[in-house]
Nanobody
Framework: QVQLAESGGGLVQAGGSLRLSCIAS????????MGWYRQAPGLQRELVAT???????NYGDSMMGRFTISRDSAKNTVYLQMNSLKPEDTAVYYC?????????????WGQGTQVTVSS
C-alpha cells in the first residue's frame, strides 16, 4: 500500500502562485510515476502533470509554461509549482502514484487539496 498526503492548497488571487506538496509513504519502492490531477465541480478529473521515476515530465495542455512538477526523492515528495494562476484553475488537486506490481500496476490517490483562484 501507498499513502499520499497533499498540502499547500488555499485561496489565491488571479496571477498569484501556490506550491503543492505530496509526500508518499508505505510501499514506495516500486512507484513508477507520480503526479497531479485536478477536478473542478461538474467536470471530469484531468491531468495536471506527472513525473516518472526517471525524471520525465508530462503536462496537461493548459498548464504548460505555468506549472512545474518536481520531486525530491530523498524526501519521497513531489511538488507542483503553480504560477500565473487563473480562476479556471480552481479545483480540487489530487496527488496520484502508480506502483508496479508483478504483472500490472496499482493506482493510489491522495485525499485532495482545494485550490481556489479569485478574479
Amino acid at each position: 500500500q501507498v499513502q499520499l498526503a497533499e498540502s499547500g492548497g488555499g485561496l489565491v488571487q488571479a496571477g498569484g502562485s501556490l506550491r503543492l506538496s505530496c509526500i508518499a509513504s508505505g510501499s514506495i519502492f516500486s512507484i513508477t510515476v507520480m503526479g497531479w490531477y485536478r477536478q473542478a465541480p461538474g467536470l471530469q478529473r484531468e491531468l495536471v502533470a506527472t513525473i516518472s521515476s526517471g525524471g520525465s515530465t508530462n503536462y496537461g495542455d493548459s498548464m504548460m509554461g505555468r506549472f512545474t512538477i518536481s520531486r525530491d526523492s530523498a524526501k519521497n515528495t513531489v511538488y507542483l509549482q503553480m504560477n500565473s494562476l487563473k480562476p479556471e484553475d480552481t479545483a480540487v488537486y489530487y496527488c496520484h502514484a502508480k506502483r508496479r506490481r508483478t504483472y500490472d500496476f496499482d493506482d493510489y490517490w491522495g485525499q485532495g487539496t482545494q485550490v481556489t483562484v479569485s478574479s
